[in-house]
T-cell receptor
Framework: DGGITQSPKYLFRKEGQNVTLSCEQN?????MYWYRQDPGQGLRLIYYSQIVNDFQKGDIAEGYSVSREKKESFPLTVTSAQKNPTAFYLC?????????????FGPGTRLLVL | GDSVTQMEGPVTLSEEAFLTINCTYTATGYPSLFWYVQYPGEGLQLLLK?????DKGSNKGFEATYRKETTSFHLEKGSVQVSDSAVYFC?????????????FGRGTQLTVWP
């Protein structure tokens, strides 16, 4: 059953702590994306990666880091430098070429600050 | 730059009412247009898309027509159901960009009462 999985569903962060959100896909897609969703603000792009071992900053990359060591995995780390991390985080993937127009989303991780 | 503007919600309707959610866009080149739906606590699912002017996307009774002359992609459904309650996002991707990134509107919350 192909798809995108994100874990955990809920994540709690303490002050000064780094936390990592997992994103895995078995769709054999080349491109992967991380979005942040806040109420009433739509989705904002944090980072994206078009191929393994390569990634670029999106619109709100400050306070976040990523890696892309494997095609199927694109973890996001929320660092202590991100002062307002409470949000719903969505991972997405897409194939390359013309089909890249359609992105497939995971179920999301809700991050809360203690 | 590329952007999407959609009507603010929330929208509250009775079952079997007619639905319109307005969406307009700004883009250079030849964008493709999308409607995504997000059910409570979940990620986004592609609802429909249109890749060129005058195309009509349709799915599950929802329709939207790509109008280049008015730069619009309004979502319509003739008879909504309680199960249509969700947040709807208009989005575009610009084929002039090699990034394949999506630009989202802020989302419109739809609640349908029985």
């Amino acid at each position: 059953d192909g798809g995108i999985t994100q874990s955990p569903k809920y994540l709690f962060r303490k002050e000064g702590q780094n936390v990592t959100l997992s994103c895995e896909q078995n769709l054999n897609h080349d491109a992967m994306y991380w979005y942040r969703q806040d109420p009433g603000q739509g989705l904002r792009l944090i980072y994206y990666s078009q191929i393994v071992n390569d990634f670029q900053k999106g619109d709100i990359a400050e306070g976040y880091s990523v890696s892309r060591e494997k095609k199927e995995s694109f973890p996001l780390t929320v660092t202590s430098a991100q002062k307002n991390p409470t949000a719903f985080y969505l991972c997405a993937s897409s194939p390359q070429g013309l089909a890249a127009e359609t992105q497939y989303f995971g179920p999301g991780t809700r991050l809360l600050v203690l | 730059g590329d952007s999407v503007t959609q009507m603010e919600g929330p929208v509250t309707l009775s079952e079997e009412a007619f639905l319109t959610i307005n969406c307009t866009y700004t883009a250079t080149g030849y964008p493709s247009l999308f409607w995504y739906v997000q059910y409570p606590g979940e990620g986004l699912q592609l609802l429909l898309k249109a890749t060129k002017a005058d195309d009509k996307g349709s799915n599950k009774g929802f329709e939207a027509t790509y109008r280049k002359e008015t730069t619009s992609f309004h979502l319509e459904k003739g008879s909504v159901q309680v199960s249509d309650s969700a947040v709807y996002f208009c989005a575009l991707t610009n084929r002039g960009s090699t990034l394949g990134r999506l630009y989202f509107g802020r989302g419109t919350q739809l609640t349908v009462w029985p």
